[in-house]
């Protein structure tokens, strides 16, 4: 309320709702101001009581949500260590992979880096184990171009030496699917729009996977170059009208065959894991099949003999490389062991050549290398592995391989191991994450000496819904996991224990993990698997049709294992009972939806018609345990936390509309009182004014006094 001053004896007062109020027009001595505003704090005293109680559970509410804060991250910290089911094993720590790449040569030679050959990524699928490859060859594009060409700009016709405007027609060109599409030539065409009507056709749903191109060799020797977007697949062209593919000197055959080929499309070609084939034999590759052997490899022997044998028979093979090309040596092995089923071939690869050996009938071919030609010719029956691009996600489970380069005679090992220091990373991060909480409890909880609640507690001091939290964390903790060895049971095995109390010098430590950083390390190197059941929830079954889909916090451990039997008709399974009581079928999913098991899902793969009984058990990690604490914690509606906001919130509520309607009141109170002393004052004006009146009329009778 605003006040000013009209006279020594008058006040203007203005209040909150702009009305003017005017007293001490009685000069009673009374400040009528300060006497409302008294009335109205002293009935204002309960209010300031419930604004004090929405005061401190507000802090509550702050307080209870940056815990609800630390147990998410908490449940995150605990999630990778839990065992949690995916498709890809992603969900999972213990299966996070490490590769590591190495090279090395039989020869004597020096291997290039393995980085300068390929590349590999892996996912949580890939198997710990040591692979190898040795690239062959590369997957390429096909490239083709037509001849030269005068200028970019102007018309085709010019441009090839013809009359301007001379080159209309049309021809298609057919994408992988068989789709093709009319490219049309019109007589005003340029090699630059060429170019962009070929671009254009190799876009939306329907694309050719043909890009064009144009390389200026000169001023006047341009080129338009035709590349197939995907490797190891050949360009297809064809249903030409006008001539136009042979005037360009692209095809002279309506594009059966081209004319200026500048890269062959190849498919990629490796050796995998020293996989044989026990049929077939093939060489390094050679410059050319028509050069003397000796030319081509200077240490091979200059005269000799080899042995081919197979099912029918054995053959000598006699030889003299100072004469003998490959196509000799291979006209020579079809004349002499054609009878035993040997067939002799060059195989173009690439613009070089390959001696192939193979038994026609698909048997076991053998060659005694007497003389050592076939080894200096890198002869051997490495099984083939063919991709049409360079990027191999198929041959290797949960590895992608990236083809750069072609060494022939360098094996690349694939070193796949667990990432231990992935998994070691995961645990600090759940140990840190649980003593964020537990010093948060602490605090929120601290006493002093005499053990009443210390100044310096929290906002939650006591609460029962902090504690009840903090109870379950603690004994999932400190608890052991039921069917595990005595030796790996316990946290305390892979070096995580409790802050000592006798070396507590922080209250807020109390009870916090602590980790023995050596022990955590030998137990991960040493003791892998154990360390993993410990932490997750595991599932080990005697029938390698039967998998894990899912489970939850109900699904626990039983001593000696469940039984499950499973019934097969028609191929369909009709029937599941674990434990002799009856599972949820829907296909293939098998659902618990009771007793000790209760929310687990298993996948069976029905095989023949008929009964399969099947053992399996379950135990559930201390990192399940406290996952399963975390979320039932952190449910939306039903969880701990949530309740307890809602309680939170349902009181500040009540009581902030108790203080509403109290104000409403206490406003209409002070209006009362306030036209009360109004009134008075107006008495007592009226009184004075009498008075005055009254004595002005006796001083008046009685003009000798003084009074």
């Known amino acids: 309320m605003s006040t000013s001053s009209v006279s020594s004896s008058y006040k203007l007062s203005t209040d909150a709702n702009g009305r003017l109020t005017v007293t001490g027009l009685s000069n009673s001595g009374i400040d009528t101001d300060a006497a409302v505003e008294a009335l109205v704090k002293a009935k204002r005293v309960p209010i300031d009581r419930l604004e004090t109680k929405v005061e ?97 700009t102007t018309d085709l016709g010019s441009a090839f030496g013809g009359a301007a405007n001379s080159v209309s027609g049309s021809f298609d060109i057919v ?83 081209f004319s200026n080929v500048l890269q062959e499309a190849q498919t990629a070609r490796m050796a995998v894991d020293g996989l044989k084939d026990p049929s077939r034999y093939e060489s390094h590759r050679f410059a050319n099949d028509s050069a003397s052997i000796k030319s081509l490899v200077s240490t091979a022997p200059s005269t000799g003999s080899f042995t081919l044998s197979t ?65 200096s010719l890198g002869v051997d029956n490495d099984l083939v592995v063919e991709r049409s691009s360079n990027t191999v996600s198929d041959l290797f489970t949960g590895m992608t391989i990236n083809l750069y380069q072609a060494e022939e005679g360098t094996k690349i090992n694939l070193q796949v191991e667990r990432d231990l220091n992935g998994v070691k990373d995961q645990v600090y991060a759940f140990v840190d994450a649980y003593n964020e909480m537990r010093r948060f409890y602490n605090e929120q909880n601290l006493t002093a000496a005499d053990g009443t609640k210390s100044e310096d507690a929290g906002p939650l001091f006591g609460n029962s819904a902090l504690k009840d939290m903090n109870t379950s964390l603690r004994d999932a903790i400190n608890g052991d996991v039921e069917g595990l060895g005595i030796d790996f049971a316990a946290l305390s095995a892979i070096g995580i224990t409790l802050t000592s109390t006798a070396t507590l010098t922080d209250p807020l430590d109390k009870e916090t993990l602590q980790i023995d950083e050596a022990k955590l390390n030998e137990s991960l190197l040493n003791n892998f698997d154990d360390v993993r059941n410990l932490l997750s929830f595991r599932f080990t079954t005697d029938n390698a049709d039967l998998s894990l889909v899912s489970f939850a916090s109900t699904t626990g451990y039983k001593n000696g294992g469940y039984n499950l039997e499973v019934t097969v008709a028609g191929g369909v399974i009709t029937s599941a009972k674990l434990d002799g009581v009856d599972m949820e079928v829907s296909g293939t999913t098998l659902t618990a939806t009771e007793g000790s098991a209760k929310g687990l899902k298993l996948f069976f793969r029905p095989g023949a018609d008929g009964t399969t009984n099947s053992t399996f ?91």
Request: proline share 1%.
């Open 311 to 375: 099912g029918l028979g054995s053959v000598a093979i006699n030889f003299d490389t100072t004469t003998d090309s490959l196509s000799d040596l291979a006209n020579t092995i079809n004349a002499n062991a054609a009878a035993i089923g040997v067939e002799a071939s060059i195989m173009d690869d690439g613009g070089g050549a390959r001696l192939v050996l193979k038994d026609t009938n698909g048997g076991q071919l053998s060659v005694i290398d007497s003389d050592g030609l076939m080894a």
């Open 175 to 257: 994408n992988g699917d068989g789709v093709a599409t009319t490219i049309n030539v019109s007589g005003t065409d340029s090699l630059q729009s060429l170019r962009d009507k070929i671009n254009n056709a190799n876009t939306g749903t329907t694309k050719t996977g043909v890009t064009a191109s144009i390389i200026s060799v000169g001023g006047t020797q341009n080129y338009l170059v035709l590349t197939n977007d995907a490797t190891g697949e050949p360009i297809q062209i064809g249903n030409e009208t006008g001539g136009v593919l042979s005037t360009l000197g692209i095809s002279a055959d309506g594009g059966a065959t």
């Open 56 to 152: 401190t559970v507000d802090k509550q509410i702050a307080a209870l949500k940056e815990y609800q804060t630390l147990m998410q991250n908490f449940r995150t910290a605990v999630d990778g260590l839990r065992g949690k089911v995916t498709f890809d094993n992603s969900g999972s720590a213990f299966e996070t992979k490490n590769i590591f790449l190495q090279t090395s040569r039989l020869d004597g030679g020096t291997a290039s880096n393995a980085a300068n050959l390929v590349s590999i990524s892996a996912t949580n699928r890939a198997e710990v184990g040591v692979r190898s490859i040795e690239v062959l060859r590369v997957a390429t594009q096909a490239k083709v171009a037509t001849g030269a060409a005068s200028s970019q």
């Open 617 to 707: 058990s379950v135990t559930q990690g201390v990192a399940s345990q406290l996952y399963d604490v975390a979320d039932k914690a952190l449910a939306s509606e039903t969880g701990t936390i949530a309740a307890q906001l809602d309680t939170f919130e349902t009181r500040t509520n009540a009581w902030e509309d108790q203080i509403s309607r109290m104000e409403t009141r206490l406003d209409l109170y002070k209006t009362r009182i306030t036209a009360k002393f109004l009134r008075m004052e107006e008495s007592l004006s009226q009184m004075n004014s009498i008075l005055e009146s009254l004595k002005a009329q006796v001083d008046a009778m009685n003009p000798n006094s003084n009074n």
